[in-house]
C-alpha cells in the first residue's frame, strides 16, 4: 500500500485542525503509519509460513491457523488507518466546497467582494461537519479495537494454541513465531488508538467550549449594541 499518498492528503488537512488535531496527526504518522510500514508489516510479512503443528495430515496446519487467525493483526490495522483516517476528508472537501462558492460569488459580483471571511474558519456547517467527522473517527476507533479484542478474546499473541478442527486427526498443538514481538507491537498499536480516541475526545469538547464562548461574546454583543441604541 502506498502510504506517502494517504500523508500527502492529510498534511491538506493539518491547516484546518486545532492543536488537538495536529498532535492526532503526528501520532497517527509517527506511533502507527511509520511504525506498521517500517516494523510491523515485517513482523507478520510470512506468519502463516512460520506456523507450526505438531501432525503431518494435509490441510490441518492450514484450517488452524484459518482458526484462530481469521484476519490478520496487520490487515485488521490497516483497514483500521484507512478508515479512521478518511472521516478528516469530510473537512477537506467541505473547504474545497467553499472555495469553489467563493470563486463563483467574486465572479458574479467582482473581485473586491467576498462570501466568507475565511473558507477554512470553522464556523457554521464546516464547524458541524469537523466535530461529525471527529465522533466518526472515535466510533471507527472504538470499533476496531473491540473487533480485535472480540476476535482473538485478548491483545496477548499465545505461544502456544490448541486444534481439533477437521481434518486434524486429533487435538493438535501449534506453535506461532515471535509471540513475544507480535505482543508488543500489538499493545503499542492498541495503545496508539487510545491516545487517539483521547485526542478525539479532548478536541470535541474544546470545539464545543470554544463554540460556547463565541457564541455567549456574541451575545454580550448584540446585548451592548440594543442598549446604545435604546
Not at 458541524?128 to 471527529?134: A, E, I, N, R, V
Request: hydrophobic share 40%; net charge positive.
Amino acid at each position: 500500500m502506498d502510504w506517502k499518498f494517504l500523508e500527502d492528503l492529510l498534511s491538506g488537512v493539518n491547516k484546518y485542525s486545532t492543536a488537538f488535531g495536529r498532535i492526532w496527526l503526528s501520532v497517527v504518522f509517527v506511533f502507527r503509519v511509520l511504525v506498521f510500514v517500517v516494523a510491523a508489516e515485517r513482523v507478520w510479512s510470512d506468519d502463516q509460513g512460520h506456523f507450526d503443528c505438531n501432525t503431518r495430515q494435509p490441510g490441518c496446519t492450514n484450517i488452524c491457523y484459518d482458526y484462530y487467525f481469521p484476519i490478520s493483526h496487520v490487515r485488521l490495522w490497516a483497514l483500521q488507518l484507512i478508515f479512521v483516517t478518511c472521516p478528516t476528508f469530510l473537512v477537506v472537501l467541505h473547504v474545497a466546497y467553499r472555495e469553489e462558492r467563493e470563486r463563483k460569488y467574486r465572479v458574479k459580483h467582482g473581485e473586491d467582494t467576498r462570501l466568507y471571511d475565511n473558507p477554512g474558519q470553522k464556523h457554521g456547517g464546516l464547524w458541524w461537519t469537523y466535530l461529525m467527522s471527529l465522533f466518526i473517527k472515535t466510533a471507527f476507533e472504538v470499533t476496531f479495537l473491540y473487533t480485535l479484542h472480540y476476535i482473538y478474546n485478548t491483545f496477548r499473541v499465545p505461544r502456544k494454541v490448541q486444534c481439533d478442527v477437521s481434518p486434524c486427526p486429533n487435538l493438535v498443538d501449534c506453535y506461532i513465531a515471535r509471540p513475544t514481538e507480535k505482543t508488543v507491537f500489538t499493545y503499542f498499536m492498541v495503545g496508539a488508538s487510545v491516545v487517539c480516541i483521547i485526542l478525539n475526545v479532548c478536541e470535541i469538547f474544546y470545539l464545543i467550549a470554544a463554540r460556547a464562548v463565541t457564541m455567549k461574546q456574541r451575545g454580550s454583543v448584540h446585548t451592548k449594541c440594543d442598549k446604545i441604541l435604546d
